[in-house]
């Protein structure tokens, strides 16, 4: 499989490329040259499979250099680390069916993807015999993921900045705790966007970043995408014996567009109608489910929420869905994006009828969440994490689809146990990761917000040479 870049002025790329690059060298996304189809008969064949041999039947098809073997014992590997033995499972509630996203070693599903990148990474580098320093700043939940997926990893070092004292202290421990000596934590005076500027700033140092082999593990990374897309066809298979015949509907608590994305992947992928719609569910910031309802895609001020995850305006992943809406012209994609870097803002109405051939969409608000976890808890004796409540009040707007409708539980509630208490006046269970968090020995480097120490800080500690 050949990928191209969502604005078509750079060569195609195998996947191995396409992984190791992260962006195109013409600022845009990577994308398969095409969506591989799969007939029913196939679809129905993979009934009993497990999690990880469906995850090799899927990425197969995405993927031609890597030889089969050894992607199968890289995906067995990626998934062993999951407390659960079906990686994801479903559970059903009244009617509802919501997909449990978090039984990795972090408890979020960011984990899926990111267990697996690691493993990826380290096999590409074997393979070429070089290394990677990967650099990347976080609000919380992907930097935690990244270092747990890299930890201990031959050939790699990661370096994470997170804003000091301004993310939760559960996912602060959970980064600085990790002992292993490939991975360096770096807490900046200052905000997020100060840390992801950073960031941003020495990638911007091209020689830099070909002399210390800089790599990134942002969601715009398309293994992450395909990893994703595995769990929407295994729900699908499912969903419950007698149902699978029929078409499910997905909620989707969404900030970057990556989680949904996979899901439409998935439904390019899958025979007509097994996935009927997407629901899109927004928190405060909803520029996203502005877009879906109305076509307007313009930036607002990001906002602070209890689903922190999801504080995101611009989405990181929009451009490959817009290839798609765009018919697949690179040239209306790149004046799209160029426009959109000048303004801010896109209105997309003409659209309107193809968006709502795949996507509904809904704005939850800070007061529905609470109310969400609170009757959850109450009724159901399930707990919810404020993520996944954005998810479910979306999905109980759209009962209308007159398909059953399964929820993306993207986030274990003990990581939010703040919020979780303030809705329910008790705390969800904490489970055994996160139990002796408290009492591990921390690392991680105080550091101001200044570009020249953090690279100096990287030439000290990252790999020179393989
Ligand atoms: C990252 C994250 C999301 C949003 O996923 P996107 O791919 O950015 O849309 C939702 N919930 C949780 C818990 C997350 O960590």
Aim: net charge negative.
């Amino acid at each position: 499989m050949q990928y191209l870049s969502t604005r078509g002025t750079t060569s195609s790329l195998s996947f191995t490329q396409a992984v190791l690059t992260g962006l195109a060298e013409d600022g845009g996304l990577l994308l398969p040259r095409a969506i591989p189809r799969i007939d029913r008969a196939t679809f129905e064949s993979w009934q009993d499979l497990s999690y990880s041999d469906l995850a090799f039947e899927i990425m197969s098809r995405f993927i031609d250099d890597i030889p089969n073997s050894d992607l199968k014992s890289l995906i067995s590997d990626s998934y062993a680390s999951f407390s659960h033995n079906e990686v994801t499972p479903l559970v059903h509630i009244d009617g509802i069916h919501i997909l449990e996203l978090f039984h990795g070693p972090t408890l979020a599903f960011k984990d899926i993807a990111l267990q697996f990148l690691g493993n990826l990474f380290t096999y590409l580098l074997k393979r070429d015999d070089t290394f990677l320093n990967i650099i990347g700043a976080t609000s919380g939940d992907t930097g935690s993921a990244a270092i747990h997926g890299v930890k201990g990893k031959e050939r790699i070092n990661i370096f994470i900045l997170h804003p000091h004292n301004r993310i939760s202290e559960v996912q602060e421990k959970q980064m600085t705790t990790v002992s292993d000596s490939n991975v360096f934590n770096i807490a900046v005076n200052g905000t997020f966007d100060d840390a992801q500027a950073l960031v941003k700033g020495i990638f911007g140092d091209v020689e830099f970043k070909n002399s210390y082999h800089l790599g990134a593990i942002n969601s715009i990374n398309w293994a992450r995408i395909l990893a994703q897309v595995v769990y929407y066809v295994f729900s699908c298979l499912h969903i419950s014996g007698h149902e699978k015949h029929r078409a499910a509907a997905f909620s989707v608590p969404t900030g970057n567009f990556g989680d949904i994305f996979a899901g439409y992947i998935a439904k390019k992928m899958l025979p007509e109608g097994c996935i009927s719609k997407l629901i899109l569910a927004s928190n405060s910031n909803d520029i996203l489910s502005r877009f879906v309802n109305s076509g307007d895609y313009s930036l607002g001020e990001v906002m602070s929420t209890s689903s922190p995850s999801m504080d995101i305006q611009a989405a990181s992943n929009f451009e490959r869905y817009l290839y798609y809406l765009m018919d697949c012209e690179p040239d209306l994609v790149r004046e799209a994006m160029l426009k959109f870097s000048v303004d801010g803002k896109l209105y997309l109405q003409d659209y309107m009828s193809h968006i709502k051939r795949d996507f509904v969409a809904s704005t939850i608000s800070e007061e529905e969440v609470l109310e969400t976890i609170s009757r959850y808890h109450k009724e159901h004796h399930y707990i919810l994490d404020p993520h996944t409540a954005v998810g479910i009040r979306a999905a109980e707007q759209h009962q209308d689809l007159g398909v059953p409708v399964i929820c993306l539980a993207t986030a274990h509630p003990a990581k939010f146990g703040a919020t979780v208490e303030k809705a329910t006046g008790t705390q969800a269970e904490v489970p055994p990761v996160l139990s002796d968090l408290e009492d591990r020995p921390t690392r991680c480097e105080i550091m101001d917000c200044d570009r020249n120490d953090i690279m100096a800080y990287i030439v000290q500690h990252g790999i020179s040479k393989s």
